[in-house]
């Protein structure tokens, strides 16, 4: 479903290279896990994914279902099934969240070619989708994420994602910031949206979500390159011996 | 001994001039107010039309924006007064009484007087009045206005208007909308008076259809609120226009009184809003806000002074101003707080989204306090769509285009919820879409 050859990226302004080389193949169906250290890129890929411009690609190439990625505009991306978890979801003071929901949702199908949800059918599938993540009707009456603790801000991205159901997820750090029962209801949503169509991209720095979210495959980037990959055991040994040996091979 | 010295013309203010001394028999009024109009079109001729080198219009040089002066647009037929009206559907679907001006002078068949009149409110032909008034007393001016060059035009050439009273403790059951026709190319000047009495309650909806062409249309609000009583007006000044858009509030605020205005501007090649408001009485809120939208070499101005002259007031000022291109937004505003106006409260605040590389926000907000016990704060921003934000509604599947028209929505429904007016928020809203859409 994707594949990444041989990318390079520096940020767009000032020229620093932050991804070096990166290969990854990603199978529908498959869950891949992403960890490293602070700082080694694994947002930048993130976001490359999702076409933020403030990165240039200097090198390589991205094929997702069989298109270039890289010639698509962020929302081409998200109508072909590409959707980010933001590590940091931004607060948009003035745009209701409900109205939000239901542009976003039928922008998509437009792009799609199906007809737009009606009102009622939008309302009751947000509602159902809501109540499964715990999020508050009181939350979707808010402005986008305004006052949403850090907590809500996640638990609002996965119901941006169970209601956009895309093909490939990747979730930046959406473990960081939840209690241990919001880890638990998210990572139900996430493994619910789980099917042999859909892969995920799951970037953590802690085993203890892939103890809820079971990955296929594990990855560690460091300094822009992927130094090693291996399954789910690879996570426990990071755990328990961090990186200093990955960061070495860098 | 030096006589005045003489400026030399331009050519609007040689047309000005000129249209002034034909246009002068025929134009209505009492001696008085005819004495009035000769020293108002003297101030045009000494001083010409307001430019860059007066303070108020350092950022709104109307003497070199107006290349000429057309002619007063002449009386309107009623047939055309219908056909503009019936494609104006700005506020269709409100439920509303309507007042109709037409080309500067107000048409009384077209208007829902009889129905007001049931209401408890008073409708009058300003013309008329202003025959009857030998003080001219309706030409008044507050201090702080004296000098304008826009007033003095509107003082000098005034075609007309309506005078409406709503008796004390009247509460108008639906808003009125007060309609500028214009049917044909001419400048419009009229002068309305609003008078809400002691306890009485109005909803006020300025629009204007029709084109004036390259006629500017200059159109003074005065409006006397009683004690008790509230205003709350809704002042749409949008689509495009060659000629200037002058419009003027003059505001007299009874106490514990409350008036509110939104000035929504979205189009014209020039138009300005200013507005002179005082406090009268005590424990009295005004409350005035702005959304302007400016695009290609555009001009939006809201200038105004808020004078607190007795204590125990509250003002809010909030403008947001979207432009682009090379348009130019202005906000000048002062609140000035008299030695004994203690306890007064204003807050003001301006803000300006640039979309476009070329535009240029100036904002001036002024603070004048004689007063020692007061709380006072003003505040003004001007940006760029935040990429970061646009990058997030993106990254959900929305197009550039629509999100930036949800970003631009949200900068500018700040100000319309806050002015809690409901039964015009969808229509701005559907305004400023247009606007977004290039309308
Ligand atoms: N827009 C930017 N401008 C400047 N520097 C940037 C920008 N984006 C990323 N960087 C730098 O690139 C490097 C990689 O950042 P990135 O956010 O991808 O790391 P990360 O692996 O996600 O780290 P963390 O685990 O802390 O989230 C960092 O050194 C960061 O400071
Ligand atoms: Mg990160």
């Given at each position: 479903m994707l594949e990444i050859k041989n990318l390079h990226a520096r940020i767009a302004e000032e020229g620093t290279e932050i991804l070096r080389g990166i290969d990854l193949k990603v199978n529908a169906g498959e869950i891949h896990a992403i960890m490293g250290p602070n700082g080694s890129g694994k947002s930048t890929l993130s976001y490359i994914l999702a076409g933020k411009e403030d990165y240039e690609v200097t090198e390589g190439e991205i094929i997702f279902h069989g298109q270039n990625l890289l010639d698509m505009e962020p929302d081409e991306r998200a109508a072909a099934g590409v959707f980010l978890a933001f590590q940091y979801p931004i607060e948009i003071p003035g745009v209701a969240t409900m109205e939000f929901l239901k542009t976003a949702l039928n922008a998509q199908r437009k792009a799609k070619g199906l007809a737009q949800l009606s009102i009622p059918d939008f309302m009751k599938l947000v509602k159902e989708k809501a109540a499964d993540l715990n999020v508050t009707m009181d939350m979707l009456k808010r402005p986008l994420n305004v006052g949403f603790s850090g907590g809500e801000k996640k638990r609002a991205e996965i119901l941006q994602m169970s209601l956009l159901e895309p093909s490939l997820c990747v979730l930046d750090e959406?473990?960081?910031?939840?209690d241990i029962d919001a880890l638990r209801i998210v990572s139900e949503g996430v493994n619910k949206l789980r099917n042999p169509g859909r892969a995920m991209i799951v970037i953590t720095h802690y085993q203890r979500l892939l103890d809820h979210i079971v990955p296929d495959v594990v990855h560690v980037l460091s300094k822009g390159r992927i130094v090693k990959t291996g399954g789910k055991e690879l996570a426990l040994e990071l755990e328990k011996n961090g990186y200093a040996d990955y960061i070495e091979a860098a | 001994m030096t006589a005045p010295t003489q400026i030399s013309h331009t050519q609007a203010e040689s047309d000005l001039l000129a249209r002034f001394d034909e246009a002068k028999g025929a134009l209505a009024g009492s001696t008085a107010v005819k004495d009035l109009r000769v020293a108002a079109a003297e101030q045009i001729k000494t001083r010409g039309l307001p430019h860059r080198r007066v303070e108020e219009y350092k950022y709104s040089d109307l003497r070199a924006f107006m290349k000429s002066a057309a002619p007063l647009a002449p009386k309107a037929d009623a047939a055309a007064v219908r056909a503009v009206l019936a494609a104006d559907e700005a506020f269709a679907g409100l439920t509303r009484y309507r007042l109709v001006i037409a080309n500067g002078s107000f048409l009384a068949e077209a208007s829902d007087v009889a129905a007001l009149e049931a209401e408890g409110v008073v409708i009058r032909d300003f013309a008329a009045a202003l025959d009857a008034d030998t003080a001219a007393e309706l030409l008044a001016t507050p201090k702080s206005a004296s000098q304008d060059g826009v007033l003095a035009l509107n003082t000098a050439f005034v075609q007309g208007g309506i005078v409406l009273s709503v008796k004390d403790?009247?509460?108008?059951s639906r808003p009125v909308e007060l309609v500028h026709v214009s049917t044909e190319a001419g400048a419009i000047v009229t002068r309305n008076r609003v008078e809400v009495g002691t306890g009485a309650n109005l909803k006020l909806i300025e629009t204007f259809a029709g084109s004036t062409g390259a006629g500017e249309s200059n159109v003074v609000f005065d409006y006397q609120i009683g004690d008790k009583a509230t205003l709350a007006v809704t002042r749409l000044v949008v689509g495009a226009s060659e000629g200037a858009r002058l419009l003027t509030t003059l505001a007299k605020v009874g106490g514990e009184a409350l008036f509110k205005i939104l000035g929504f501007m979205a189009g014209p090649a020039f138009a300005r809003n200013q507005q002179f408001v005082a406090f009268a009485g005590e424990n009295s809120d005004a409350k005035l806000y702005g959304v302007s939208m400016a695009r290609g070499n555009g001009l939006a101005d809201q200038t105004l002074i808020v004078d607190h002259a007795v204590p125990h007031c509250n003002s809010r000022e909030f403008f947001k101003t979207v432009l682009d291109d090379e348009a130019r937004g202005v906000y000048q505003g002062r609140i000035n707080v008299a030695q004994h106006a203690q306890k007064t409260d204003g807050e003001m605040m301006t803000q300006a989204l640039l979309l476009g590389e070329g535009a240029e926000m100036a904002n001036k907000p002024e603070l004048e306090i004689f007063a020692d016990d007061v709380l006072c704060a003003h505040g003004a921003t001007s940006g760029q769509i935040d990429e970061d934000l646009l990058f997030y509604l993106r990254a959900r599947g929305i197009p550039e285009a629509e999100a930036r028209t949800l970003l631009v929505m949200a900068f500018l429904s700040e100000a319309i919820e806050e002015f809690e007016e409901d039964y015009v928020t969808e229509a701005l809203e559907t305004r400023v879409r247009d606007w977004l859409a290039g309308a």
């Open positions: 959406t473990d960081s910031g939840l | 403790g009247v509460e108008v």
